[in-house]
């Protein structure tokens, strides 16, 4: 194995797993014996972004106590430093940030900058000047290696803040976004992006909104429901977008509760560690779209008695009878029915903050979405037969709304002209009105200069746009339904309608991760995944670029990669 080459693949982050479990997948059938330390390496590497840090550090040693100093030594040495920096055990950091460093002139060059980048990070992040010696940087062309340059930026801007030279650390952050956009290093650009958000939000609350955009953008974009940095940076976007009254925390909890529900017991604990405080908040911020009648709590009593009182509002003038409203404020009644909320609501008019009762922020939100489908139930119809079909299953895999809409009757409905407006629910509205929502470009410049002034919403100019999340998917589901063969459209869905939930979410997951890899360049020829004849027959069949067709497969590891072979069997 060479390991400059593994170097090149390696400095994508994670994003690169699925080459590496190709490369293990080789090297096991191949001469499992002659290349056990690339293989354990390169699971090292995986336990670590699972954060199954006392695995790593187990094979770890064992690989350090076997292996001659040299490349793969070195490899394994960044990777202990960087999971004893998780673990905060600053005497084991020093032992073996002084021992890369004592080594480093001996090392070749290709490995230098990689241990420039670590060396630079330890130090920064986590010791004053006096713990550790300064990381020099020898050669600019450490520097200019995209990854290396990239970090070495984020590297920087922390320091920046760290000085609170807030302007020059978000400048850095959004270079280093930039440089890490072109090998791409998604981890990376997103860690860039979510520190902006953050490190704004109590300096400059309006312009941290501004870049929950491309944070939320590029994280629905990258990443599947079960990494952890779709639990960080939805925090930043929630704490953010709270911090503004923003209509999308709504959203952005509900796709943190969603994600959060799909973690097995062992999984969602040290989430439920890390984020308490969004998890205990979601309570507040997270409801469905359904058409129930709502409790009649005293916090939703009191806010509809202030504001009638406030604006002296007569009863005569709203579209709710004297006896109805005056039942429900005295808590006679213990529920009200969902339209004479609204109705009230209509003869009002208040701010919203995120105080206001939830049940309150549904009704708008239904109002909002109603506005909407209007418009675009008509524009929808418009479309070619098998055009609907295709956006509107677009649309129902990149939501997580997806759970509660029965995708065949609506298909049917489709196909049969029958699709109307009382026969639809919010849930069905709401994708419906996201097949035309447009991304908005993505321009730093414009978000650097701009100046934002806090945003005031209240119940007449509120409005619910499309998570950046969902907008990011829908780019990567729309490379797989260009490439899908429309002649077998009806096919596809028909056979993923037939399959359990679990069997639809693996099929989810080879879709999105399709799209992801779909531009994936600079990957040398003998580290390129091979379509596997397992799966060559459904490749052919659905006309699936092959490429992006085997990256994709080989996301799954283990026992996934079985069933996905038995499942798309069915089709």
Not at 60 to 78: P, R, S, V
Not at 162 to 169: C, D, F, P, S
Not at 468 to 482: A, E
Not at 535 to 540: L, N, Q, Y
Request: with cysteine; proline share 4%.
């Amino acid at each position: 194995m060479n390991i400059k080459l593994l170097v090149e693949i390696v400095n994508k982050g994670q994003f690169i797993r699925p080459i590496l479990n190709y490369v293990a997948h080789y090297l096991e059938s191949d001469r499992p014996d002659k290349n056990k330390n690339i293989v354990n390496y390169i699971n090292v590497l995986k336990l670590k972004w699972d954060v199954k840090y006392d695995e790593a550090l187990e094979i770890i040693d064992e690989e350090l106590q076997g292996l001659k100093k040299g490349g793969l030594y070195c490899l394994i040495l960044i990777e202990k430093i960087d999971i004893l920096v998780n673990l905060s055990r600053n005497e084991e950091i020093k032992e073996v940030f002084n021992q890369l460093k004592e080594e480093f002139a001996t090392l070749p060059k290709y490995l230098r900058g990689i241990v420039v980048e670590n060396l630079k990070n330890v130090r920064e992040l986590n010791f004053e000047e006096k713990d550790l010696q300064a990381i020099r940087i020898w050669s600019e062309s450490y520097e200019n290696a995209p990854a290396t340059k990239g970090f070495i930026m984020l590297s920087k801007a922390r320091g920046k803040k760290n000085e609170e030279r807030y302007e020059e650390a978000v400048s850095l952050n959004i270079e280093a976004f930039k440089v890490l956009k072109t090998i791409p290093h998604p981890s990376g650009m997103v860690q860039a992006l979510n520190n902006l958000s953050w490190w704004l939000k109590d300096t400059n609350k309006e312009k941290a909104l501004a870049f929950t955009f491309p944070l939320g953008f590029y994280l629905g974009y990258y990443f599947d429901d079960d990494n952890f940095k779709v639990f960080n940076s939805l925090d930043t976007m929630f704490q953010v977008q709270k911090n503004n009254n923003d209509p999308l925390v709504y959203e952005s909890a509900f796709i943190f509760s969603k994600c959060l529900s799909q973690l097995n017991k062992a999984e969602s604990e040290s989430i439920k560690n890390t984020f308490k405080d969004i998890i205990n908040q979601l309570k507040y911020f997270v409801f469905n779209l359904d058409n129930n009648q709502h409790r009649s709590t005293p916090k939703l009593r009191d806010f509809i008695r202030k504001e009638i009182g406030k604006e002296k509002i007569p009863i005569d003038s709203m579209n709710v009878s004297e006896k109805t409203l005056k039942e429900f404020l005295s808590a006679k009644t213990k529920y009200i029915q969902p339209s004479t909320l609204r109705n009230i609501l209509e003869a009002l008019e208040f701010e919203i903050t995120t105080s206001t009762p939830i049940c309150i922020i549904k009704e708008l939100k239904k109002k909002d979405i109603d506005k909407k489908f209007e418009i675009n139930l008509e524009k929808f119809k418009n479309l070619p037969k098998e055009r609907q079909i295709s956006e509107f299953f677009t649309s129902y895999l990149v939501h997580h709304y997806k759970e509660e809409i029965d995708l065949k009757k609506i298909i049917k409905e489709i196909q049969d002209d029958s699709l109307i407006e009382q026969r639809c629910d919010y849930y069905t509205k709401e994708l419906i009105n996201s097949i035309f929502e447009r991304n908005p470009k993505i321009d730093f410049n414009f978000l650097l200069t701009n100046v934002q002034k806090p945003k005031i919403y209240t119940d007449k100019n509120i409005t619910f746009n499309g998570h950046p999340f969902y907008l990011g998917r829908k780019d990567i589901v729309k490379k797989f339904m260009k490439d899908l063969n429309k002649k077998n459209l009806k096919e596809f869905i028909e056979n993923y309608v037939s399959l359990d939930t679990r069997q639809k979410k693996t099929v989810e997951k080879f879709v999105m991760n399709y799209g992801r890899y779909y531009d994936l360049k600079d990957i040398p020829k003998e580290f390129t995944p091979k379509v596997p004849k397992e799966i060559d027959p459904f490749v052919k069949k659905y006309t699936l670029k092959r490429k992006p067709s085997a990256i994709s497969f080989y996301v799954f590891e283990g026992d996934e990669r079985e069933k996905f072979v038995e499942i798309i069997g069915k089709f």
